[in-house]
C-alpha cells in the first residue's frame, strides 16, 4: 500500500533503494529508452499475462539452481576453492560502485540565514545586534513580530542575560528589523506591513500619497470596502481612489517567504496516467516508461554455478540460503511493483468509465457524481485503497494534467448532478456579477433555482467557501 501511494517521482527512488540493497536485483529499462541501454540478452520482465518473470520461468529452474552440479569435472581444469567461493560471496554481495551516482552539493541561504547577513552589514551596536537577532527568530513564517515585546524583554534576561525595555526592543525592531528585506517584514499588522511595503517605493507619485493615506486614515473603511466613506474623507473622486487601490493590490500581504527557490521547484508533477481521446474513443496507458524495470540479475544466480562438489557441504549449505534468500526477496517485490501497476490501472480505469464524457470534453458540466466507495465497489478493493490512488496521483488528457481528486464529488439532492457542476456556475454567477452591487447568497440562491438547480441558500454559502470566494459586501469594488 506504500508503493501504491506513491507517485512515479518517488518510486524510482524506492526501486534503487531496493536494488541497491538487494544483490539478486537489477535495475533496467526497456528497448527504445533514451536514457538506458538494454543489454541484447535482457530477459522480460514480465510474462504475456503480465505476471512478473521468475526464475522458474527462465531456462533453469529453481530446482537447478540450488540442487544441480552446472559442471562436470571436464568442464573445468580447476574448481575454486573454498576461499576463493568465499571472496566470490563478498564481492557479490559488496555494494557496486557504478550504482553510486556522483553528488552535487546545492546551496541556498534561509530567509533566517538571509536577515542574519543583513544584520551583519548594518551599523548598530553588539547590544541591538543581540536583540535584533532574537527579534527575527521571533518572526512567523509570514514575516510578522506578533510577540508581546514585555515578553521579549522577559525572555532575553533569562535567556541571553540581556537586561533591556520595551521601548528599546521597539527602537530595534522599528529601525533594524523593519529594514530588512524583503520590505514589509516585522511588521506588527496587516496595516503596517502595507505602510512599510509603500513608504520603500521611490518616487513618491500621487498614487502612492494617496494609497499611503488610504491605509494610514481609512483602513477600517478600506478592510470593509466601505469606500463611500474614503471617498467622504479624503475627499478624492472615484478615479483617484481606483488607482490607489490598484496600488495597494499589488502590495505582498506575506512578505517573508520560507521557501528557497529549490524548495517551489522541489514539487515536479509527472502525471501517472495518460488519457488520449481518438475518434471518441478513449484510450488508458501507465507512465511508467520513464521508471526503472526490475528482475532477477543474472549475473547473480551465475556467480553460483561456480559452485563445485569439491566445496564443502557446509559452504554449498551457506551459499545456496545466501542466494534463495535475496531471489525470494527479489521476487517478491517484483510481484509487489506488478500488483501495483495492476490496482493503478484497474482504478484509472473504473474512473474513465465513470467519467467518460468529461474525458472526451474536459468540461466540469460532464464530471458526473462519483465517490471512492463508487470505484472500490467496483475494483473489488478497499476504499482505503482508493484514496491513496486518488490523493497522489495526476492523469495527463488533452485538455492538461488533472489530480484523480478532482474527479470525485457527491450528488446534490440525491440527483445526477455533481457538487462540481454546481460549483462551477456558482462561480461563473460570481465572475460575471456587478462587483458595484454583488450578488448576495440569496439572490445566487435564485439564479440557480432558475437554472434548474433548486438548493438551499445554506449549501450555497458552503460551496462559495469551499471555493474561497468572500461574501457579496466583501467583493465590492469601484
Not at 140 to 158: C, I, K, R, S, W
Not at 216 to 234: G, N, P, S, T, V
Not at 426 to 436: Q, R
Request: proline residues 4%; aromatic residues 8%.
Amino acid at each position: 500500500m506504500q508503493l501504491v501511494e506513491l507517485p512515479y517521482t518517488s518510486l524510482e527512488q524506492e526501486i534503487q533503494k531496493e536494488v541497491d540493497e538487494n544483490p539478486a536485483l537489477e535495475a533496467y529499462h526497456e528497448e527504445g529508452d533514451d536514457h538506458v541501454e538494454t543489454p541484447d540478452d535482457a530477459l522480460p520482465e514480465y510474462d504475456e499475462n503480465g505476471d512478473p518473470l521468475d526464475l522458474s520461468q527462465s531456462s533453469m529452474t529453481e530446482e537447478d539452481i540450488f540442487k544441480e552440479d552446472y559442471y562436470r569435472d571436464d568442464d573445468l581444469e580447476d574448481y575454486p576453492s573454498e576461499q576463493e567461493i568465499e571472496n566470490r560471496i563478498q564481492r557479490i554481495n559488496a555494494p557496486d560502485p557504478s550504482r553510486q551516482n556522483d553528488r552535487v552539493g546545492v546551496f541556498y541561504h534561509s530567509i533566517q540565514e538571509q536577515w542574519q547577513m543583513q544584520l551583519g552589514e548594518m551599523m548598530m551596536t553588539d547590544r541591538q545586534s543581540a536583540i535584533a537577532e532574537y527579534l527575527t527568530g521571533c518572526l512567523d513564517d509570514d514575516g510578522y513580530f506578533t510577540m508581546d515585546p514585555q515578553a521579549v524583554v522577559n525572555e532575553l534576561l533569562y535567556l541571553n542575560n540581556i537586561y533591556t525595555t520595551m521601548d528599546e526592543v521597539e527602537e530595534v525592531l522599528t529601525r533594524f528589523v523593519q529594514e530588512l528585506d524583503p520590505p514589509g517584514v516585522g511588521a506588527r499588522n496587516l496595516r503596517e506591513c502595507l505602510l512599510l511595503q509603500l513608504r520603500r517605493i521611490t518616487p513618491k507619485n500621487e498614487e502612492i500619497l494617496l494609497a499611503t493615506d488610504v491605509l494610514e486614515k481609512c483602513f477600517d473603511q478600506f478592510a470593509k470596502k466601505h469606500y463611500d466613506k474614503i471617498r467622504q474623507i479624503l475627499s478624492v473622486s472615484d478615479e483617484q481612489l481606483k488607482q490607489a487601490l490598484a496600488v495597494i493590490r499589488k502590495l505582498d500581504p506575506r512578505p517573508a517567504d520560507s521557501g528557497t527557490p529549490i524548495e517551489k521547484t522541489a514539487d515536479v508533477i509527472r502525471p501517472d496516467f495518460t488519457i488520449t481521446a481518438t475518434n471518441g474513443k478513449l484510450n488508458l496507458s501507465l507512465n511508467n516508461q520513464y521508471v526503472s524495470k526490475v528482475r532477477i540479475n543474472k549475473e547473480f544466480s551465475d556467480e553460483y554455478r561456480f559452485l563445485s562438489k569439491e566445496a564443502s557441504e557446509k559452504k554449498r549449505a551457506e551459499a545456496e540460503k545466501f542466494m534463495k534468500e535475496y531471489v525470494d526477496r527479489g521476487e517478491q517485490f517484483i510481484g509487489i511493483l506488478s500488483t501495483r501497476e495492476m490496482i493503478l490501472y484497474n482504478t484509472m480505469y473504473a474512473i474513465m468509465q465513470h467519467q467518460q464524457a468529461y474525458f472526451l470534453s474536459g468540461d466540469d458540466a460532464d464530471l458526473k457524481p462519483m465517490i471512492l466507495k463508487t470505484i472500490a465497489q467496483e475494483v473489488k478493493l478497499d476504499v482505503s485503497t482508493i484514496s491513496r490512488v486518488s490523493n497522489s496521483k495526476y492523469v495527463q488528457t488533452d485538455f492538461g494534467v488533472i489530480p484523480l481528486k478532482h474527479l470525485f464529488s457527491e450528488a446534490v439532492n440525491d440527483e445526477d448532478v455533481s457538487s462540481k457542476e454546481i460549483k462551477r456556475i456558482l462561480s461563473d454567477l460570481i465572475e460575471a456579477e456587478d462587483k458595484n452591487t454583488p450578488l448576495a447568497d440569496e439572490k445566487l440562491c435564485e439564479l440557480l433555482k432558475e437554472k434548474g438547480y433548486n438548493i438551499a441558500r445554506r449549501t450555497v454559502a458552503k460551496y462559495r467557501e469551499q471555493l474561497n470566494i468572500p461574501v457579496a459586501r466583501l467583493r465590492k469594488e469601484i
